[in-house]
């Protein structure tokens, strides 16, 4: 799950990079800048991704390689029980569901234009690869592959470039400005909750948490993240300027004969297809084929691994060996993978279930993740009410992918454009702040005796009151010896240890 910790600084930093731009970061930023009316204004995705890392580099990396968790849920199953870990599970995963099919259609979109084949089939090979090695290496596989796949993608798709850019049938780009997008202040709300749901939300994801752990240390923990970061805004560049290409190319003087405006997602493979040469298209096949794989195993095994160690012999079978863990974590590949490939044959907008997995860690999870770590005082309690707060809240504003109607209109609702209020960011908000009130208040009912032990239904705070009290016992016992005593409460009973420091007993 973690590599055995073995991560340098270069695997590292090339591992990090890779996961974060693949299929979808490639696919979708090239879609959002050809999209008319969209432009790379709205192509967040690859720097927020970016300013994402940083953050996660400087907050978060160090203090949880420190702490020698396994996965992200283990700070949740230690603090917040067996339930909220349950919970906290499940948009976990489907994020991972929805992100990893983004990849894998990105995938079957290219291949199914550049070679022919069948759009099912094309998904159904990808995932079938990335299941395999995965299921052979584990972290080791995905890791090292990684490397090889991120030199593929940088060298490939600036093959591609040049090609593309010195079409007869391509304007160039600095005449034709309309991949820039144009501003809507109607959209100034959604354009700012997008940005931040991607700037903020890699902290609270598997996958970049994992190889966070796989660290040596927790300082080159931190290093990977942030160079990382300029690893995502150096490999921003191409997408960005082949959806530029494909808005600044007149396609009737291609094969193609007409703009594919119902196609948008399929902009990369078709500028890869119809303006570069035969050869080069095929090296920008396996480019955008490297790019799927280095993020979907890792999106794959992430989901695994917490689904092995925090569920199952976390949760269902405590006694499971590590055996037993590592083959159920490989069932579990297969089961994911499987479901990101069905999703993957029903969708039919890349960047669309990009944001709706990336909304799912925004609301739900990152106001998890901050209070787990930086919030002393959370509780289950807290817990349980941030994560009903946000989903309500998220629930309530719907969602088209899903064909969701809202029950509750923000400010500023239109009925052509939908909700126009920055509802994801003050989902999240709102969770965050209802954790930590809600927290405050048990915290202080229990500590202060306002609240009877047997209300803890969770039992938060009935084993410390209990060992507080054994403490005193111990104390008064020490002074009336007038022995000289340390005192460790163990977490795992009500014993009070007592340790005479003369004699080390």
């Not at 299941?131 to 798709?157: E, N, P, W």
């Not at 490939?341 to 960047?351: K, N």
């Amino acid at each position: 799950m973690v590599a055995g910790r073995s991560f340098n600084g270069v695997i590292g930093t090339l591992t990090m990079t890779a996961t974060f731009v693949g299929g979808a970061f490639i696919n979708g930023t090239a879609e959002a800048v050809y999209t008319s009316g969209s432009g790379l204004l709205w192509a967040q995705a690859p720097f927020g991704l970016a300013i994402s890392l940083l953050i996660g580099g400087v907050f978060f990396a160090k203090k949880m390689r420190s702490a020698g968790f396994t996965t992200l849920f283990d700070p949740f199953q230690r603090k917040f029980g067996r339930l909220m870990c349950v919970l906290l599970y499940v948009p976990s995963v489907l994020s991972e569901i929805f992100y990893s099919s983004t990849i894998l259609a990105a995938l079957g979109t290219t291949i199914s234009v550049i070679l022919g084949l069948d759009l099912r089939l094309s998904i159904l090979i990808s995932t079938s690869v990335a299941v395999l090695y995965t299921l052979l290496g584990g972290l080791y596989s995905v890791a090292y592959t990684d490397v090889l796949q991120l030199i593929f993608i940088f060298a490939g798709l600036w093959l591609c470039i040049p090609f593309a850019m010195t079409h007869q049938a391509v304007a160039s780009i600095t005449e034709d400005t309309s991949w820039l997008g144009q501003w809507d202040d109607r959209l100034a709300g959604v354009w700012v909750d997008l940005t931040l749901m991607m700037a903020l939300g890699s902290p609270a994801i598997q996958p970049y948490i994992q190889r966070v752990l796989a660290a040596r240390s927790a300082h080159e923990a931190r290093l990977f993240s942030i160079f990382g970061c300029f690893g995502c805004l150096l490999l921003a560049a191409p997408p960005v300027l082949i959806g530029a290409i494909g808005a600044s190319t007149d396609w009737n003087q291609t094969a193609l004969r007409v703009p594919p405006v119902n196609d948008t997602d399929k902009i990369a493979p078709l500028v890869i297809q119809h303006l570069t040469p035969t050869a080069v298209s095929a090296v920008g096949l396996g480019t955008v084929s490297a790019a799927v794989m280095s993020s979907v195993d890792s999106s794959i095994l992430g989901a695994a691994s917490v689904f092995g160690r925090n569920i199952y012999k976390g949760i269902l079978r405590r006694k499971a060996s590590e055996r037993e863990v590592v083959w159920l974590v490989r069932v579990s590949v297969v089961i994911i993978g499987a479901c990101a490939a069905l999703v993957a044959l029903t969708s039919h907008t890349i960047i669309g279930l990009w944001y709706l997995s990336s909304e799912l860690v925004y609301v739900i999870l990152l106001p998890q993740v901050v209070c787990v770590l930086f919030v002393r005082f959370s509780n289950t309690y807290g817990s349980l009410a941030g994560f009903t707060v946000g989903l309500i809240l998220r629930i309530a504003a719907g969602e088209p992918l899903l064909n969701m109607a809202p029950f509750v209109w923000y400010p500023y609702y239109s009925d052509d454009m939908g909700q126009l209020f920055p509802f994801r960011t003050l989902a999240m908000l709102a969770s965050l702040v209802t954790m930590v009130i809600i927290s405050g208040m048990f915290h202080v009912g229990f500590h202060r005796g306002l609240l009877p032990t047997k209300l803890d239904v969770f039992q938060c705070y009935r084993n410390e009151c209990d060992l507080t009290a054994s403490k005193k016992d111990m104390t008064l016992f020490c002074l009336k010896y007038n022995k000289s005593c340390d005192m460790e409460l163990t977490s795992t009973s009500n014993e009070v240890i007592g340790v005479d420091t003369h004699k080390n007993v």
